[in-house]
């Protein structure tokens, strides 16, 4: 069996073994926004219950509890706010503190949504869960079977809004156990997987596409080009924010912003919108359900980082 055949295979053994022991650990778990919890206020001498209610974790990190005020959740164990609603459910139901029982539990856990980009197969954003690892987001990207194109050796983990990078060693991860490489991912992470060689005759999509990442520069490529072979999101894909980043001359770090509204091409066939690509370009495809400016943002820190590692493109 060869090195490349080997490597697949422990990518995958490993993610499903992580798959079915490495869940979160909701005793350690800190709450999330997104979270759906259910609330549960049970009275032991008979058995009845006052409270049996869902809830999720809003956007400002409360929570609406039958009967109370909204009440800060995000940043919280499960043990810490149950603590903190027996106390408030005691005094406004008028129960006997020894004989109620207030439990919560998580109904579903908010998606972690992170990212692998570089020489793998299947490079994009991924949803994962709380307590998955870089193994099972490497495995989503389809393994490294593109490793003889991949400097194993020197991939990085780069968490949300951060402009330094955890180094990670996916040679020694794999073939010498070095299991301190397989990090917890965090919502927001990126893991990257370099090329051998920087690939100068190249332009980045990224963002909300099927498929982010380098694509091979052709002479007369345009942005809807690319975001056609990067393929598009059915309703989530904000084409009328789409933005080309591209390096001011001179420059290794500073990048121009040039906003192309892709839907004023498609509908009113504007051809001024549809610019012509220049190598190294990076183009930008939002979201449609999330701010553009914090989309853009993370995702300039991004390319700065790969700069800074001499891994841009």
């Not at 040679?171 to 965090?186: H, K, P, W």
């Not at 495809?285 to 989309?295: A, E, F, I, L």
């Amino acid at each position: 069996m060869t090195k490349s055949r080997i490597f697949a295979l422990l990518v995958a053994l490993t993610a499903v073994f992580a798959s079915g022991h490495g869940s979160a650990q909701t005793d350690a778990y800190r709450l999330r926004r997104d979270d759906i919890l259910h609330f549960q206020v049970r009275r032991l001498a008979t058995g009845d219950s006052d409270v049996n209610h869902d809830v999720i974790v809003d956007r400002n990190g409360y929570v609406n509890p039958p009967f109370l005020a909204p009440i800060l959740a995000e940043g919280l164990t499960l043990q810490e706010l149950e603590s903190n609603l027996r106390g408030k459910y005691v005094d406004i139901l008028k129960l006997n503190p020894d004989q109620t029982l207030v439990t919560v539990t998580i109904v579903a856990f908010s998606p972690i949504r992170a990212s692998v980009i570089g020489a793998v197969p299947r490079a994009g954003n991924y949803e994962l869960k709380p307590g998955d690892t870089l193994l099972t987001l490497l495995s989503l990207g389809g393994g490294t079977m593109l490793e003889n194109r991949a400097n194993l050796q020197r991939a990085s983990l780069v968490r949300r809004g951060s402009r330094e990078a955890i180094p990670v060693d996916l040679e020694a991860l794999f073939f010498g156990g070095d299991l301190s490489q397989n990090y917890e991912i965090l919502d927001g992470d990126h893991l990257i997987v370099p090329e051998r060689r920087q690939m100068e005759n190249t332009v980045v999509v990224w963002g909300s596409v099927l498929k982010s990442g380098p694509l091979t520069y052709e002479p007369g490529m345009r942005v809807m080009d690319a975001i056609v072979v990067a393929g598009e999101v059915p309703n989530k894909s904000k084409y009328s924010g789409t933005m080309v980043l591209r390096k001011k001359k001179g420059s290794e770090t500073d990048y121009v912003r040039i906003h192309c509204n892709m839907v004023d091409f498609i509908r009113k066939g504007d051809a001024t919108q549809n610019i012509e690509l220049q190598p190294r370009d990076v183009v930008f495809v939002p979201d449609s359900g999330n701010p553009d400016v914090s989309n853009i943002n993370s995702f300039l820190s991004l390319v700065f980082l790969l700069d800074r590692l001499g891994l841009g493109f």
